[in-house]
């Protein structure tokens, strides 16, 4: 009798659990980091480019006081206090190659439209060459995933550059793209998304045209987040690849440390609304690297080192197992199933695309 009570409700216990998972559907936030060196993510502020005049206009002991340290894993904690402090011990962390740890690009041009490309169809097309390339002919997992029961209209995209609408084609994927100098145009916005509306055109262009200010993508994609409750979010920041190439290593330091701001606020707010808490998977990518020394400024394939990149994820079907220090090689065309396989779908594709990333799926639950 004893037994049997036992029994019987260890089974109540397992399927109410089960249903319980059943009901909670799996909510996504990808994020990226555009151009920013493996290098700077796992050793902090680099000292030749940190001491070098040319690439910096902040006066030493200010920029010393931000970033500078003895050790690279002071200064990498520095920079990034977020990544290091709380997500490094939560989440897991791929693309150091000082330990053997390698990731990166399968397209041969090392530059944002095909790496974005190969993001998000998982396949490095030999035809996307260029970043003015036309509207994308390849289909997209966010738009497989907002065509999904459960999931149409449920899919958000805020970025800082423009291309977007062209890489993740607008016009058939039909999924809510805000990039650029674009008004956000939504039937309710927030009156902070209708400030940032106006303050991105007030705002110098320090960028040129096409890319804005990453805060005010962050300001309007996370207004969103909490009014609209997506639950797949993709937010793009640009000011990494943008300083990087204007020469200005301080203000790229600003701008990691500034996303790192960003990601600890975002992950803040998932975990204190019960719509996100303990349900939601936090991605990090790069569309590409950059060069080593002199060549910082730039990347692409005649610059050795910007086919390296780096890529993290936390969230509760990932095993908090940190920094990898064991020696692996992931490639940025597993990266589109991986975001599927999160959601437990399987995006198909008519290309020979990369193999999901087990060792970040089905860890916790
Ligand atoms: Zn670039």
Redesign the pocket.
């Known amino acids: 009798m004893k037994k049997a009570l036992i029994f019987l409700l260890a089974a109540w216990c397992f399927s109410t659990s089960a249903w319980a998972q059943k009901t909670k559907a799996n909510k996504l936030v990808i994020v990226s980091f555009d ?1 920013y060196r493996w290098k700077d993510v796992f050793r902090g502020a680099d000292s030749g480019l940190f001491n070098n005049k040319q690439y910096n206009t902040q006066k030493q002991p200010v920029r010393a006081e931000k970033y500078w340290a003895a050790t690279s894993k002071e200064r990498r904690e520095k920079l990034m206090p977020f990544f290091w402090g709380y997500f490094a011990k939560n989440g897991q962390i791929y693309g150091n190659r000082d330990l053997g740890n390698f990731v990166n690009v399968k397209n041969p041009y090392w ?2 439209y095909p790496g974005y490309n190969e993001i998000f169809t998982g396949y490095p097309d030999t035809l996307v060459n260029s970043n003015d390339f036309p509207p994308n002919p390849n289909v997209n997992v966010l738009e497989y995933i907002n065509k999904q029961p459960g999931y149409q209209g449920k899919v958000a995209v805020f970025t800082s550059w423009d291309a977007y609408y062209r890489i993740l084609n607008k016009e058939r994927s039909g999924l809510l793209i805000n990039s650029g100098y674009s008004d956000l145009d939504i039937p309710s916005l927030t009156p902070a998304q209708q400030a940032l509306n106006k303050a991105q055109h007030d705002l110098p262009k320090i960028f040129g045209d096409s890319e804005r200010y990453d805060a005010i993508t962050y300001g309007l994609a996370t207004d969103y987040l909490k009014q609209n409750h997506p639950n797949v979010l993709y937010l793009a920041f640009i000011e990494t ?1 943008s300083f990087g ?1 204007q020469g200005k290593y301080d203000y790229y330091l600003d701008a990691a440390h500034g996303n790192d701001e960003m990601l600890r606020k975002l992950w803040d707010y998932l975990q204190s609304d019960p719509y996100y808490k303990d349900q939601t998977t936090l991605m990090i990518v790069g569309d590409h690297g950059r060069g080593d020394d002199d060549l910082w400024r730039s ?1 692409g394939r005649k610059v050795p080192h910007s086919d390296e990149i780096w890529f993290a994820v936390m969230g509760p079907q990932t095993k908090p197992l940190g920094e990898i220090s064991a020696p692996g090689q992931l490639w940025q065309n597993q990266y589109a199933q991986t975001i599927a396989s999160f959601l437990g779908l399987k995006f198909p594709s008519p290309h020979i695309i990369g193999e999901p990333i087990k060792q970040v799926l089905g860890g916790k639950r």
Request: proline share 0%; no cysteine; glycine share 16%.
């Open positions: 151009g530059f944002s690849d190439h990347h």
